[in-house]
């Protein structure tokens, strides 16, 4: 049996549009290339539905949580539709905990297929000057950085990708049972 498919096309709209807000705050996490033609693809996007949640000013340390609040505002909004459609009600707390639960999720997928892209670039194509590996590059390396730091590299082998890939696979493997 299918799915129905206003839940699908409203479910795939809100995790697009949820990855691409989740991308924009990974990608000034990291301080990655702000002319990037993907930054600016990333920034324009969501440039409309963020401007008024920055003006809340949801700053810690210089970074701006506006994406994360605006990926969890679709999450919510797609959550909603969908059990209103189904005719379960509006149950605000499991809705919010899906969505809560479903953005940091993300966050580790972005970095999960990051990893893995960055990995097959080192092999494949290093230094490549195309704006996608650059990203990627660039959306990994704090995280290298972080695990060389405890586990410097052997014999001219880099292990921080495996240590970040099964970190992130066993946080996920927890999150599992409060996903939808």
Do not use: C
């Not at 949640?53 to 210089?62: A, E």
């Not at 092999?123 to 704090?142: D, Y």
């Amino acid at each position: 049996m299918g799915q129905d498919p206003i839940i699908l096309i409203v479910r795939t709209i809100g995790e697009i549009f949820a990855f691409i807000a989740i991308l924009r705050f990974l990608l000034q996490a990291v301080k990655a290339d702000y002319y990037n033609p993907i930054s600016q693809a990333v920034v324009k996007i969501t440039q409309v539905p963020m401007a008024p949640l920055q003006k809340m000013g949801l700053r810690i340390r210089g970074l701006d949580f506006s994406p994360l609040l605006l990926a969890f505002l679709v999450k919510v909004l797609a959550f909603a539709i969908i059990f209103l459609y189904l005719g379960a009600g509006f149950p605000l707390p499991s809705i919010a905990i899906f969505s809560a639960v479903g953005v940091f999720s993300n966050i580790l997928t972005i970095l999960f297929w990051a990893t893995i892209g960055s990995v097959i670039i080192s092999w494949v194509a290093p230094g490549n000057p195309h704006p996608a590996p650059q990203i990627l590059l660039q959306l990994t390396e704090p995280l290298y950085a972080i695990v060389r730091k405890v586990i410097p590299p052997i014999g001219g082998l880099d292990l921080s990708p495996i240590v970040i890939l099964l970190g992130i696979q066993l946080i996920q493997s927890q999150l599992a049972r409060f996903l939808v």
